[in-house]
């Protein structure tokens, strides 16, 4: 089939967890299908052509709250007049114009993958056109995946239930790496650092993460690996609170270096006050590293024990569980990732543009 995707900045070496989501999905599908994916221009660090992916790299904004909107309605157009058989759109401000496709005959599918109106960095008027995308996405696609259940449940009983699925994120199996040369380049010893690993933004919970530390008496550092673009604010804000000498802002990293720092972390910390569904605690748990997560919906599915949980965005909670963790560190945990298998989730998405394209 010819399948064109939208919702996402791009790929690859571009930072979000959808942009992780969907490089990994696509690639799959690839294999037996023609892949368009539309990117944004002011992103891409890349040629057109990646693992027998086309991209067509459309005009778009920085600009907070209009980037999305912009490109969306672009992409809109373009899949419109374009010989395709299925349109998969991610989030829900980008399916703003799924009426339009429909329209045109298009067969779409959405995949939800947070209710982006909740997120802590949107201006009222960005929420107020998140939250009306919502309706229209999932009134106006032919199928909706949502990566995880808690928020699939949240519509089961509205009139399009019938075209729900769920479909979680996934993990590939860890290029567990024995060089140190990342490492050493922030002056990090190997097993002597916790990781957090994420887009610098006020719901990912970096503010609580780095007070919480302050407080603690170790010998470890922190490192923060993630890139901020528009919240240069909180980003400051970040630095101004950390002690330079024991936290660490990388950036965002990707290939050999991101796997050099999950493979030598200590502990892993997942933060965040609102999640669609996190790859990279998924990443982590692949690592066998320990973890530590807030207690959110999303971070539950994986069924971690009872005492890997604190409270969002409670520094006290979050200092008592580090200091515990750290006191007592396992050298590796073992899980159980079985359902979070790409190759597996690429076979069930591709089973879903067979239904919507057969009615």
Known sequence: MNICVFGTRGFPFIQGGVEKHCENLYQRLARNNKI?????KPYVCSDKHYKDIRFIDLPSTKIKGFEPLLHSFLATLYAIFSHTDVVHIHNIGPALF??????????TILTYHSPNYEHKKWNALARFLLKRSEPIALRSTHAVIFVNTF????????????????IPN???TPNVS????????????KSKFILAVGRITPEKGFDTLVNAFSTIDTDYKL????????????????IDSADPERVIFTGFVCGEALQQLYSHAGLFVLPSLNEGFPIALLEAMSYHLPVIASDIP??????????????????VALSLLLQK????IPSAVTYDLTRYNWDTIAEETARIYQAITKK
């Open 36 to 40: 368009t994916v539309y990117r944004r």
């Open 223 to 238: 490192v923060i690996a993630g890139n901020v673009e528009s919240e240069t604010g909180y980003m400051q804000k970040l």
């Open 98 to 107: 799924a009426p339009l496709l429909r329209l045109a005959g298009k067969r």
């Open 151 to 166: 928020q699939m449940d949240k519509f089961k009983h509205r009139k399009y239930a019938d075209k729900l699925y769920y």
């Open 178 to 189: 024995i060089q140190e040369h990342f490492l050493q380049q922030w002056k990090l010893t």
């Open 298 to 315: 999303a971070n539950r599915p994986v069924g971690l024990p009872e005492d890997c949980y604190f409270l969002p965005d409670d520094e």
């Open 170 to 172: 996934g993990v590939e």
């Open 325 to 328: 963790k750290l006191d007592d």
